[in-house]
T-cell receptor
Framework: AQSVTQPDIHITVSEGASLELRCNYS??????LFWYVQSPGQGLQLLLK??????LVQGIKGFEAEFKRSQSSFNLRKPSVHWSDAAEYFCAVGVTNNNDMRFGAGTRLTVKP | NAGVTQTPKFQVLKTGQSMTLQCAQDMNHEYMSWYRQDPGMGLRLIHYSVGAGITDQGEVPNGYNVSRSTTEDFPLRLLSAAPSQTSVYFC???????????????FGSGTRLTVV
């Protein structure tokens, strides 16, 4: 079965600094990959997704992610973090024609002024 | 505003009690699902439905029942609450049940359930 690992439970960055959140997946075929963001007390919001094609995917709020098949990774990046980016971020992998989307445990992002 | 509405937002139950978590969407979405979120474990799929009258089990279905009598509503029933069911529950919906749908999932704001 597919699985997702987010190695970093908590990351703290300064406002204006760059950000990279790591995501590794385990799945035999080409996966469908997602990044979601969850603000405190809210549901999840889709940031971006990768299905096929260009391995660098642009999302909302200035985020991007790069799919690297050789490393089984789908890391999320942002060149300059804003205080409003403080939230929890979830990576997820889905299976073709199947509703079994598996989520990682999440990475909590704190932004220092 | 259109979206996924979950009620209640908070609930405390005693062990052995039953209750229903409500989920409603007004976007005419075919696909609806329930997840539970536990610290360090991300979200895990409990049950899902690809249309009215059709439901199926997800990763952690034990202790929960669902039904889908209308397109709009997808209630989650706890038959006999246990402390292990203390969690935050999220309902999600999508126009298409296909995982590669361009539409993605819309999540509700969650129900925080505590079982004592």
């Amino acid at each position: 079965a597919q699985s997702v690992t987010q190695p970093d439970i908590h990351i703290t960055v300064s406002e204006g600094a760059s950000l990279e959140l790591r995501c590794n997946y385990s799945y035999g075929a080409t996966p469908y990959l997602f990044w979601y963001v969850q603000s405190p007390g809210q549901g999840l919001q889709l940031l971006l997704k990768y299905f096929s094609g260009d391995t660098l995917v642009q999302g909302i709020k200035g985020f991007e992610a790069e799919f690297k098949r050789s490393q089984s990774s789908f890391n999320l990046r942002k060149p300059s973090v804003h205080w409003s980016d403080a939230a929890e971020y979830f990576c997820a992998v889905g299976v073709t024609n199947n509703n079994d989307m598996r989520f990682g445990a999440g990475t909590r992002l704190t932004v220092k002024p | 505003n259109a979206g996924v509405t979950q009620t209640p937002k908070f609930q405390v139950l005693k062990t052995g009690q039953s209750m229903t978590l409500q989920c409603a969407q007004d976007m005419n979405h075919e696909y609806m699902s329930w997840y539970r979120q536990d610290p360090g474990m991300g979200l895990r799929l409990i049950h899902y439905s690809v249309g009215a009258g059709i439901t199926d089990q997800g990763e952690v279905p034990n202790g929960y029942n669902v039904s889908r009598s209308t397109t709009e509503d997808f209630p989650l029933r706890l038959l006999s609450a246990a402390p292990s069911q203390t969690s935050v529950y999220f309902c999600a919906s999508s126009y298409s049940f296909m995982i590669d749908s361009i539409y993605g999932y819309t999540f509700g704001s969650g129900t925080r359930l505590t079982v004592v």
